[in-house]
């Protein structure tokens, strides 16, 4: 199955507004509000940032929100820290025969 | 409090048959709803989702690896199973087991994830 589509890297300076898509297609991020977004830090495992679109779960900053346009899912981050440095994935379900599929991750560096 | 962690051999050499386990605690895979999926990331590389079993026995798996996996469950035990056959150098990989819910569909939580290499 083919990747969900991100940039291999965005980066931003502390304080500024940051955003991170995912496109992926008709069969997936298109028919469905079910992308959720994952954060990764250096030898750490995945951590949920958002679900369904644009939930957060408890104790996941309001600086993370999420949206979609068409085929296309995507996360924004306000107020940049150096924290968020970090890799993160886009994660979509894509109907019964594909099932879910992961984006090719982007790269965030925070200046 | 949910917790995963995945166990197994950290070296294979290749056309050998990979077993890894995901003992869980925190949840159940009897309630309705609630999945275990596997997960890898090779070095340096993106995730890769592998494949899910939900309570009610239903399974799931990448059609890309499906004729390489077999996944199964032992709810008596908090345990998933994960059997990838024919392992060659590119499965090198860390691979995470992590708790799905299904219908709306994402990992809530995460094991800490075990490198596995392939290597003669």
């Known amino acids: 199955q083919s990747a969900l589509t991100q940039p291999a890297s965005v980066s931003g300076s502390p304080g500024q507004s940051i955003t991170i898509s995912c496109t992926g297609t008709?069969?997936?991020?298109?028919?469905?509000?079910?992308v959720s977004w994952y954060q990764q830090h250096p030898g750490k495992a995945p951590k949920l940032m958002i679900y369904?679109?644009?939930k957060r779960p408890s104790g996941v900053s309001n600086r993370f929100s999420g949206s979609k346009s068409g085929n296309t899912a995507s996360l924004t981050i306000s107020g940049l820290q150096a924290e968020d440095e970090a890799d993160y994935y886009c994660y979509s379900y894509a109907g019964s025969s594909t099932y879910v599929v992961f984006g090719g991750g982007t790269k965030l560096t925070v200046l | 409090q949910i917790t995963l962690k995945e166990s197994g051999p950290t070296l294979v050499k290749p056309t050998q048959t990979l077993t890894l386990t995901c003992t869980f605690s925190g949840f159940s895979l009897s309630t309705s709803g609630v999945g275990v999926g596997w997960i890898r990331q090779p070095p340096g590389k993106a995730l890769e989702w592998l494949a899910l079993i939900y309570w009610d026995d239903d399974k799931r798996y990448s059609p890309s690896l499906k004729s390489r996996l077999t996944i199964t469950k032992d709810t008596s035990k908090n345990q998933v199973v994960l059997t990838m056959t024919n392992m060659d150098p590119v499965d090198t990989a860390t691979y995470y087991c992590?708790?799905?819910?299904?219908?709306?569909?994402?990992?809530?939580?995460w094991g800490q994830g075990t490198l596995v290499t392939v290597s003669s």
């Open positions: 008709s069969n997936d991020v298109g028919s469905y509000n079910l």
């Open positions: 992590a708790h799905h819910l299904d219908h709306p569909y994402y990992f809530d939580y």
């Open positions: 369904e679109g644009s």
